[in-house]
């Protein structure tokens, strides 16, 4: 029997998935913004069934919390949930750092120097979107050069509920959110595992002290929560 071709309606409810991931992972909601099924769907040119089969996967995935189809929202990260995900973040980063300085080429020291180049000029133009976006581009760039693809899968998953909380601080955060990814670079120019691993580390945890801020002010006001 020759191969069935995959179903038009699973193809589009893949494509409007992949296509909130990449907006939740980037930081173009934040946290507390209300989602509607039906706005989402006229910005995207679809019927709403797509738009709610993704945003029922999103939720699976912890990314927002589907209380009711009028209440959808990007959670507001409690402490204890932030905490745990920072602590698998500097183990699996710094994995991933370590790797990329074995096997780092040329051409991808390269990339990492014009992504941290670009992430000055945004920060200095006070693009708090162009800047989350390349913050993310740079810690994937990590895996992409470890060529640990299970463990971008695990981080994707993280970032999805961390971009909303980065992008919210970014500006807050200043040089903080670049200046660590120096170290890392020139970790990784010299073939040093060890020392690209302890410079994400000190990014995610120095760097990240504008993030640990934002969620204890969030946790003073309330909001919307995701619990574990």
Partial sequence: MSDLPVLEHENLSNTVYATLCDALIKGRFQPGDRLKIRDIAEQLGTSVTPVRDAILRLAHDDAIVFR???DIRIPIVTMPHYLEIRSIRLRLEALAAETAAKNASKADIE????????SEKALQEGDRLKGTELNQAFHFQLTAIANLPVLHGIL????????????DAYLDGGRLMIDFHYPVIAAIRKRDPQAAAHA????????????????ESHSNTGGFIVEK
């Avoid at 994707?156 to 509920?161: G, K, T, Y």
């Fill in 111 to 118: 990339t990492l120097t014009k992504i941290l180049a670009d």
């Fill in 68 to 70: 009711s189809p009028r």
């Fill in 200 to 215: 994400i580390m000190d990014d995610i945890e120095q760097g990240g002290h504008s993030i640990l801020t934002r969620v």
């Fill in 156 to 167: 994707r998953r993280l970032w999805l509920q961390m971009g909303p909380l980065i992008a």
